[in-house]
C-alpha cells in the first residue's frame, strides 16, 4: 500500500493558463474524489468516480474544471485559464466501498498547491 | 449542501491538558467521521462513528454522538505537541445518488510544550 500519491506538489502559473494535476490511487481503491482547499477552511468537494464513471460534477466551480479517470485507474484535474481565485490546495482522495453501504474512509494524498500569479 | 461546523474555531492548551472539539451537523447522518491535517499537507483519517452508536474509542481520542443535538465531540486526552494540527469533522452528503463526505472548516490546535 503505496498511498495516495498526487504529482506536482506545487504549481505556479500565469494567469490564463491552462493546469493539470495527476492523482494516483491506492490500487484496490474503486471511488476517486477531488476535493479543493482555501486557507483556514475545510476541504470542498469538486467531483467523484466509481470505477470510471464520473457519477458528480455538478460541484466543480465551474466550465474551466473539468476531471478525468479513463481506465478506472489514476485521475486528472484540468483547469482551463487559470484566475487568480483558483489558487488553492487540490486534494485527492480515495477509498474502497462495497455495495450498500455508506461508511468510507477517505485516504488523501498530500494536495497540489496552486498558486497562479 | 449538509456540512459539519467545528467549534472552536481555534484551540490553545498545554501539554498535557485535554482538549475538546465539537462538531455541528444539519441533517440526518449515516455516520461521520474525524479527520486530522497537519499544515499543508493531506488529511488523515482518525476515527467513524456510526449514527447508531453513541460513543468511539480509539488510543487517546474519544470521540461522542449525539444524533438528537446532531452533534459531535472529539475529546483529545493527555495532548501532546505532535498534536498540533487542524480537526475535521466530515458527515455524509447525498450527491450523485451516493453519500459524500462533506467537512465543516475545522479546529485549529495548537499544543504548547
Known amino acids: 500500500d503505496t498511498g495516495v500519491s498526487q504529482d506536482p506538489r506545487h504549481k505556479i502559473t500565469k494567469r490564463g493558463q491552462n493546469v493539470t494535476f495527476r492523482c494516483d490511487p491506492i490500487s484496490e481503491h474503486n471511488r476517486l474524489y477531488w476535493y479543493r482547499q482555501t486557507l483556514g477552511q475545510g476541504p470542498e468537494f469538486l467531483t467523484y468516480f466509481q470505477n470510471e464513471a464520473q457519477l458528480e460534477k455538478s460541484r466543480l466551480l465551474s466550465d474551466r474544471f473539468s476531471a478525468e479517470r479513463p481506465k478506472g485507474s489514476f485521475s486528472t484535474l484540468e483547469i482551463q485559464r487559470t484566475e487568480q481565485g483558483d489558487s488553492a490546495m487540490y486534494l485527492c482522495?480515495?477509498?474502497?466501498?462495497?455495495?450498500?453501504?455508506?461508511?468510507?474512509?477517505?485516504?488523501f494524498g498530500s494536495g497540489t498547491q496552486l498558486s497562479v500569479l | 449542501s449538509q456540512q459539519g461546523e467545528e467549534d472552536p474555531q481555534a484551540l490553545s492548551i498545554q501539554e498535557g491538558e485535554n482538549a475538546t472539539m465539537n462538531c455541528s451537523y444539519k441533517?440526518?447522518?449515516?455516520?461521520l467521521q474525524w479527520y486530522r491535517q497537519n499544515s499543508g499537507r493531506g488529511l488523515v483519517h482518525l476515527i467513524l462513528i456510526r449514527s447508531n452508536e453513541r460513543e468511539k474509542h480509539s488510543g487517546r481520542l474519544r470521540v461522542t454522538l449525539d444524533t438528537s443535538k446532531k452533534s459531535s465531540s472529539l475529546l483529545i486526552t493527555a495532548s501532546r505537541a505532535a498534536d498540533t494540527a487542524s480537526y475535521f469533522c466530515?458527515?455524509?452528503?447525498?450527491?450523485?445518488?451516493?453519500?459524500?463526505?462533506?467537512f465543516g472548516r475545522g479546529t485549529s490546535l495548537i499544543v504548547h510544550p
Open positions: 466530515a458527515t455524509d452528503a447525498v450527491s450523485g445518488g451516493s453519500y459524500i463526505p462533506t
Open positions: 441533517t440526518s447522518i449515516n455516520n
Open positions: 482522495a480515495s477509498s474502497r466501498v462495497s455495495t450498500g453501504t455508506t461508511n468510507e474512509k477517505l485516504f
